[in-house]
């Protein structure tokens, strides 16, 4: 199949763009280095902030790794060069869909190495880190599902990065990474139920905590959350896609 040899020039194009890698891996390294210099052996509730923090930041910056995918897909498809690619022998449809699995696939890989460096470096405790890289390609997959989503809603580009920098920051801040929110029972729902950065750490939290069936509910609504939302942007594609 023609679309799959694709794949190698897409990942290629990946990684010569030097401005993804420096956003989803330079910036997250030198502020996880930083943190964790900070923080020392600090502890918290005889929690070490270090771990917390680390895991934290790590999951966060998954938060923005779907501006990848929206970018190839918004320049191979809504701009000039969506007419050399519709003149080409394959089915573009697919095409997209390889493009968007690239795109997903560099994210979870640089989420990785970073998990990685945080356990080899700073001696993080993410417990099974098997099933830690798993969360973390749940994160990377409604990540790009989420932005092509936005790249489908609006015609402007430009308004569709906006709304993925409301979605990334959105979930922080709901979540009280950079200040406290009040004790409120929405809030506390959609940290519950929707939140993707809450759902990931409860679900790493308790599985290096044995609970592993809270892990397992936790990861079955990022799950659900994928469905959901990919069926929402295959809906959208039809009607916008060349």
Known sequence: MRELYTMRFTALRLIRAWVVLLL???VPFVLVTLLSIIMGDAEEGGLLLRNEINVMMVLAFQLFGGSVAMNYIHQDFFTERRYRIQSLPMNTTLYGFTTMLIGTLYSIILGALLAGYTVLVWNVDWG??????FIIALMATLSSIVCLIFTFSVKKFNIAERLSEVYGVG??????????MPDHAVINWVNEYINPIMLAYEAI???????????WMNAG???G??????????LLGRRRMP
């Open 24 to 26: 989803l891996f330079v």
């Open 128 to 133: 099974n880190i098997a099933w830690s890289i």
């Open 171 to 180: 979930a922080i801040l709901i979540a009280g990474l950079i200040f406290p």
């Open 205 to 215: 939290d308790a599985y290096r905590n044995a609970n592993v069936g809270d892990a």
């Open 221 to 223: 609504l990022l799950g």
């Open 225 to 234: 959350l994928i469905v959901i939302t990919f069926v929402i942007m295959l």
